[in-house]
């Protein structure tokens, strides 16, 4: 789904040069034509996910968060749909009240609120950034404030549980199931207002992509970057906002119900708090980064990140913090301790590695990598507009290892979220597999994107540097 943040980053330095008979154009970005397979993938997840969501989520409130529980009930008749149906909680005026009030609060933030945090923090690049160029060479230019409606957001959450006292920090975990119906409602909203909005009045028709196949067209997206005025992007908004900064509260809500159902708060919820809260900071603090990745460089939006921002990563995101409610884990200390490890170790190769990339981005490659000048393949490719322009792509450090090694850290604290919950069930799991394919599947996607883009560039590329995400192996 969408929602795990892409860590990508565009391999370029524009130098762009008017040029239109010189190179060939290629297509890049999302595809212009559906297979069949791609067709029958979009059914199938328009259809499933939102079941899959609810299917993790239901059992966890009925069944203990056994996810082979509810299927053996059904197959042997001791249950019927209509009985589990019967108890799932149904959307409340409390949740949607609840929900209102959070997405008007981080819309409030995102768009009136500018950015003060890079006045005084030292190292970060917040205020008004300028994007990647878009297909059809557009430009955008963005306020990056993710950091600061995340410091504000929080310091009023604690504000509240220690001193106002308005609502319980228990809150989210005690709504979790009326707020899903809401995080359904904005997501499908959001999706069906985009596809008409590319239709019939698109923020730039040139960077809209039709395929003539209405379920395409709506899961993928037609608009690249559709907005509503000049600073409302709808990418940047649901991509980070508001699920990403909700991602910490609920966290923390599920540690709150850990606290009033045991008495306390066990060291496997607080890893998770801990290693989960450094990738929401580090997404926040290096949001200007994200301006040059996949997501925003390269997908459309449509429901798969409409939906998928409001749905799919909130509540599956989640599931170690959910599932530690139902079971709390106390962990010996060696094992806490391994699973720290491994999770910063993660952190730190997915951070290093996303910062030589960019390091040799803004520098142009004029700087040092692990003590010498970087190695890189010049390369070129073609604008929709027909303007040529120049990349250079990077084989030193740690993208000398492998194409996507940035992915590798990003499965090691997966792997470690994972491992703090224990062995006894396999829903917690489901994060690390969901994941791996996840991430495999977009070293291939993008891989056959940079090969239309930059061509037989991109062939010597690869031979470079064989290995996508496992050195010597993979």
Known sequence: MAARREKKSEERSHKNTQNGAQAPQVQWGRAWEVDWFSLASILFL?????????????????YQCSLTAPLTDLLTGKKHLSDIWSKTPTLTYRAAGIYAVWVAFQVILYVFVPDFCHKLLPGYVGGVQEGAVTPAGVVNKYEINGLQAWIITHLLWFANAYYFHFFSPTIIFDNWIPLLWCANILGY???????????????????????????YDYMMGIEFNPRIGKWFDFKLFFNGRPGIVAW???????????????????????????????????FFWNETWYLKTIDICHDH?????????????????????????YHPVQLCTAHAIGILLLGLVGYYIFRATNHQKDLFRRTNGNCRIWGRKPEYIE???????GTKYHSKLLTSGFWGWARHFNYTGDLMGSLAYCLACGFEHLLPYFYIVYMTILLTHRCIRDEHRCLSKYGKDWTRYTAAVPYRLIPGLF
């Open 248 to 282: 910490t509260l609920i966290n923390l809500s599920y540690a709150a119900k850990q606290q009033e159902l045991y008495g306390q708060v066990t060291n496997s919820m607080i890893l998770v708090n801990i290693l989960q809260g450094i990738y929401v900071l580090d």
């Open 46 to 62: 328009l259809m499933f996910a939102p079941l899959i969501v609810y299917y993790f989520v239901m059992s966890c409130d009925q």
């Open 189 to 215: 909203m959001v999706s069906t207002f985009a596809m008409i909005k590319g239709y019939f009045f698109p923020t730039n028709a040139k960077d809209c992509k039709f395929t003539g196949n209405f379920f």
């Open 301 to 325: 939006f449509g429901w798969y990140l409409g939906w998928g921002d409001c749905v799919w990563l909130p509540y599956l995101y989640t599931l170690q913090g959910l599932y530690l409610v």
């Open 379 to 385: 390369c070129s490719y073609m604008s929709v507009g």
